[in-house]
């Protein structure tokens, strides 16, 4: 069984841009979270999708955003970027709450 | 607020040794536990997980412990082996629909 897919690995941007951040969950799973890692602040709960749905938002500010289609597939985007979302972007699917999450290896994204 | 968190940040240990990593939780409603293992340059991998109405559960080599009286999880690895060096992160789910994750133990096993 495939694991969590995340494209891209690497991502340089400016600041100022936007950018989208893809992830394919495990076959079968519906629920998928994204969190933000970065040294200063560790693991930190972007959002979480169910069935195309947000059923919770982390304390991010407007500019993060993201969705899930049909297939489970979900993309985040960032607004207006700032230097300080540099960071690891990692995604995880899941059957649902209270079941184990499985993560992706990340997408790096370095604001220049 | 909500909050997980690590009574050491690094732990070191001699190869073959058994390590305990502690985690401390602060929310009484959590009724899920999970480790995690992050190897650099990769996503969290899980190891183990525990639910409310349990003390203990073992895995291959892990053990985890929940006291819900002192709000405590610990993780135990038997037989500390060089591929067990890692940063491991306990988490919690207490309610909703997010998991929150502990600031992380760095473990290093000295050959």
């Known amino acids: 069984k495939a694991g969590v897919t995340q494209t891209p690995r690497y991502l340089i941007k400016t600041r100022g841009q936007q950018v989208t951040l893809s992830c394919s969950p495990i076959s079968g799973h519906r629920s998928v979270s994204w969190y933000q890692q970065t040294p200063g602040q560790g693991l930190q709960f972007l959002f979480e999708y169910f069935s195309e749905t947000q059923r919770n938002k982390g304390n991010f500010p407007g500019r993060f955003s993201g969705r899930q289609f049909s297939n489970s597939r979900s993309e985040m985007n960032v607004s207006t970027l700032e230097l300080g979302d540099s960071a690891l972007y990692l995604c995880?699917?899941?059957?649902?709450?209270?079941?184990?999450?499985?993560f992706g290896d990340g997408t790096r994204l370095s604001i220049l | 607020g909500e909050s997980v968190g690590l009574h050491l940040p690094t732990l070191s240990v001699q190869e073959g040794d058994n390590s305990i990593i502690n985690c401390a939780y602060s929310?009484?409603?959590?009724?899920?536990f999970i480790w995690y293992k992050q190897e650099s340059g990769k996503g969290p991998q899980f190891i183990i997980d525990i639910r409310s109405n349990m003390d203990k559960r073992q895995g291959q080599r892990v053990t985890v412990l929940l006291n819900k009286t002192v709000k405590h999880l610990s993780l135990q690895i038997a037989a500390t082996q060089p591929g067990d060096s890692a940063v491991y992160f306990c988490a919690e789910n207490g309610g909703g629909f997010k998991t929150i994750f502990g600031a992380g133990t760095r473990l290093f096993v000295k050959a």
């Open positions: 929310n009484s409603a959590s009724d899920y």
């Open positions: 995880a699917s899941s059957l649902d709450r209270s079941q184990p999450q499985h």
